[in-house]
């Protein structure tokens, strides 16, 4: 079983800025794809951002330009640079990793954004 963990979280006021990272309990090269989802309660969890081994990115609309995720193999660790941060952004970040076609998750890292 991979174990995910996230850290980074906190209480930012609007237009501050975060950095997320995601560490995991296996082998951080044996990740053959990354991503950042979030979810606010009462909905459903929605992917922010993503990359692939190869290095293509993807990012919902709604971050485009603000977040940037990233991967340190020598470190072991996945990162989600955060950017602008708006009010709307306010939700528990997850991060989810994908190897040998097994997923897996992170437990989770709040992110308030809150003047």
């Known amino acids: 079983q991979v174990r995910l963990v996230e850290s980074g979280g906190g209480l930012v006021r609007p237009g501050g800025s975060l950095n997320l990272t995601c560490t995991a309990s296996?082998?951080?090269?044996?990740?053959?794809?990354l991503a950042w989802y979030r979810q606010v309660p009462g909905e459903e969890r929605e992917m922010v951002a993503g990359?692939?081994?190869?290095?293509?990115?993807t990012y919902a609309d709604s971050v485009k330009g603000r977040f940037r995720i990233s991967r340190d193999d020598a470190k072991g660790a996945a990162y989600l640079q955060i950017a602008s941060l708006k009010p709307e952004d306010t939700a528990v970040y997850y991060c989810?990793?994908?190897?040998?076609?097994?997923?897996?998750w992170g437990q989770g890292t709040q992110v308030t954004v809150s003047s």
């Open positions: 296996e082998r951080f090269s044996s990740i053959d794809a």
């Open positions: 990359l692939l081994r190869g290095g293509s990115t």
């Open positions: 989810n990793a994908y190897i040998a076609n097994m997923e897996y």
